[in-house]
């Protein structure tokens, strides 16, 4: 008999990241079988799925457009399940533009608040062009309401500033996905 490991082997050789992704998400327990066991490979694969892709434009006298892939995560702030510690989060990102003359990178840390499907946010930003602020007004567009302190899936949209002390330096547009 073949053995997980071998087929997981296999399809990452052959098909590189994508195939770390499928040995993953394979390995992860049926519903009706899980026992708290799958929740490191479920981790892994947030952690290595984008979880946001769009667009950012530069705000100068030649604007130019670049892919963004990022990866966000955020941890909701207090214990009340249901209703105000959903509101308030801790938000922490990478942000990766890949183009011609190589790719940025770009971090960020910050506070978002969420109310039904809308939420806003604000945090500091560094990357290749320094320090600056980045507001974020976002709306869900697929909210599953599930009220559980462990998962609630949400698509979204996020639109963010890129504020310097000397200005505006442009801003992203970005569809993502969230599981918790």
């Not at 769009?54 to 990866?71: I, Y």
């Not at 007004?137 to 462990?150: I, Q």
């Amino acid at each position: 008999m073949i053995s997980t490991w071998a087929i997981s082997a296999t399809w990452i050789r052959r098909l590189g990241f994508l195939g770390a992704v499928a040995a993953l998400v394979a390995g992860l327990p049926k519903p009706a079988e899980a026992s708290g066991e799958g929740v490191i490979p479920a981790l892994a694969v947030a952690a290595l799925v984008p979880s946001e892709a769009g667009a950012t434009m530069t705000a100068s006298r030649d604007p130019r457009a670049k892919a963004v892939l990022g990866w966000s995560w955020q941890l909701a702030l207090g214990d009340d399940v249901l209703d105000a510690a959903r509101r308030h989060h801790l938000v922490g990102g990478v942000n990766v533009m890949p183009g011609p003359g190589g790719k940025s990178v770009d971090a960020r840390v910050g506070y978002r608040y969420s109310r039904g499907d809308l939420f806003v946010g604000a945090g500091p930003a560094v990357g290749a062009r320094g320090f600056s602020l980045s507001p974020e007004l976002g709306f869900k567009l697929a909210h599953a309401n599930l009220r559980t302190a462990e998962i609630d899936p949400a698509l979204h949209v996020i639109a963010s500033a890129d504020v310097a002390p000397d200005g505006l330096r442009g801003g992203a547009l970005l569809l993502g996905w969230s599981v918790f």
